[in-house]
């Protein structure tokens, strides 16, 4: 390997979430300690935006997604429309996110998180904007939501990516990227390392989906943007790259889907 040091791109990681909001700081770097260059943060709640801009302002390597949760899907109305549409201005913003379905929720509704959804994909493409896409026992009806709404005009990642080759191929050939995380280093892991190992390379993106999904050996503690560390060794063992390899194949996918600039990236602004 040339001496060509590339970071790693956690592409899913809610440092506005507690608790790692009140340490934010110290657990970014730690993150850059083990190699962990950029952080894209999603939107859960409305009320959470302005912090979440105001987040990524102050932190060098850090972009946000500014979106409804399926679990927040009820909060989408006229008003928070009109709100996101102005987040999404923002020079820092390189997707909406995060938002989709979830079958596992008790509440909202599925036509709730329907049409929040949809919504979100429209403004993301009337934006021009990718998007981070949050999925649950909902795959065949998510996919066609994504084509009826022309989502494969801007692309995005799936995160935490918990189905099979088949609706992984049926992702990507929508123009969304994989995200794998924690899941995939768990011992008892079966289907996602053989998606992983199925894959073309440059679909695949990591996250950390920090505070939750904590990896092996942390499983049961709060997960930590420097656990990204764990999971790059987990996909470069399964996949036979050296860690350098996966570092550079990996941040280089987040930053196409992104559609970041080579240079001058948006996210090195402040340094
Ligand atoms: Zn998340």
């Known amino acids: ?83 996101l549409a102005l987040c999404l ?10 938002v989709g379905l979830d079958g596992l929720l008790e509440a909202p509704g599925v036509d709730v998180q329907e049409r929040a959804f949809r919504a979100q994909l429209r403004l993301a493409v009337a934006a021009d904007l990718p998007v981070l896409i949050h999925c649950r026992r909902s795959i065949g009806r998510l996919l066609s939501i994504l084509r009826e709404e022309g989502a494969q005009r801007v692309g995005g990642i799936f995160h935490s990516f918990s189905g099979s080759s088949e609706s992984a191929r049926a992702a990507i050939e929508l123009g969304f990227a994989i995200g794998f995380g924690g899941p995939l280093t768990f011992p008892d892991a079966r289907r996602a390392p053989e998606v992983l190992r199925a894959l073309p390379a440059e679909w695949i993106v990591l996250e950390t989906d920090a505070p939750d999904l904590t990896p092996h050996p942390f499983r049961g503690q709060v997960n930590r943007p420097a656990y990204l560390g764990l999971i790059a060794e987990r996909v470069a063992g399964l996949r036979g790259w050296t860690l350098q390899e996966t570092a550079r194949i990996t941040t280089a996918n987040a930053r196409r889907v992104l559609r970041l600039k080579e240079s001058g990236v948006r996210s090195q602004e402040s340094e």
């Open 1 to 83: 390997m040339s001496g060509i040091k590339t970071g790693l791109f956690d592409t899913h990681v809610h440092l506005d979430c507690a608790p790692l909001k009140q340490n934010v700081e110290q657990e970014v770097r730690h993150a850059r300690q083990v190699g962990v260059e950029n952080f894209l943060v999603p939107g859960v709640r409305r009320s959470d935006w302005p912090s979440l801009l105001a987040l990524v302002e102050g932190l060098p390597g850090a972009l946000a997604a500014p979106g409804l949760h399926p679990l927040a899907a009820d909060q989408w109305g006229a008003g928070a429309a009109a709100e």
């Open 89 to 98: 201005q923002h020079s820092r913003i390189a997707a909406v996110g995060e």
